[in-house]
Structures are given as C-alpha cells and as structure tokens.
C-alpha cells in the first residue's frame, strides 16, 4: 500500500497548476481515505478518470467487495474529474452519489472508470464504471458535485 506513482495529466493542466506553485497531483490524490484503501488514480482529466482499487482489505464480512469501497472509489473519481473540469477557481464537493452493485468481486483489483454525463458552470455530473479484472461490471455510479468559488468562504466548514 502507498506505493507512489506517476498520474497522467493533460500537460496543459499540469502548467497552470505549476505557474502557481501547485502540485496537481498531490491536490487531486484520493487523499487519506484513499490511501488507506490503497486507491491508486492512474488519468486524470475532465473528460476522464481511471484508478485501481484492491479487493483486498476492502471487503465486507462474506468475503465479497463493501459496497461501501465501491462508493468511496466512485466518489473519488467522479471528484476528480469535477475538480479537473472546475478548474483552479473551484472547488467540487460532492451532492448526490447513486451506486448500483451488480456483482461481487472476491480478489484482485477492480477499477473506476468516470466520463462525465454534465459539466456546467455550478454543478457537475459523472458516471463510473467498476469493472473487475475480467472487465466484468462490478458497480455503475453516478456522482453529481457541486462546484462552489475557491477562496476565503469555500474554506469554511462542511455545510456553510
């Protein structure tokens, strides 16, 4: 778990980040959640979204993958993608996640894909697709985020 890794990012999108002394790929992680669920965000742009999770260490007491793990997966992606299509002026918080289960995955890796369904001006909707290592489909999601002006007032606590 947290072996570093190197995240596709549109060039254009790492150069306005780096013009203003930000690490893309650090501000656009899984963060703490998803590092401990060993999520790894392999592409990262507005259009789309892929990363790995392992079955193992997320599963619930049958031995099958947590629906659960699956949200936080999905969450992650379609998070990211709203960030990458908000820009450095905004930030995403998610207001709606929908997931349907389809089947169980036992082992391996599963991974999350995220293609946007909407991008407006102030909210932003993506769908994932979990599939397992058979390219099975383990999970479809659909994450609608809120884009909300970055600066002094979007700092503030959750719900503010």
Sequence with gaps: MGEQHAVKFPQEVLDEYAALGLDLPALFSAG?????MDIQVLEASAER?????PVEGNTQPYGLLH???SAVLAETLGSVGAMMHGGINKIAV????NCTHHRGARSG??????TPVHR????ATYEVVISDEQERRVCTAR?????RDAGPAAEGPAGA
Aim: glycine share 18%.
């Design 32 to 36: 703490a959640l998803g590092q401990r």
């Design 49 to 53: 979204v892929v990363a790995t999770m």
């Design 67 to 69: 629906g659960g793990a």
């Design 94 to 97: 998610g207001v709606d996640l």
């Design 109 to 114: 890796l599963v991974t999350g894909v995220a």
């Design 120 to 123: 407006g001006r102030s909210t």
């Design 143 to 147: 994450l609608t985020c809120l884009l």
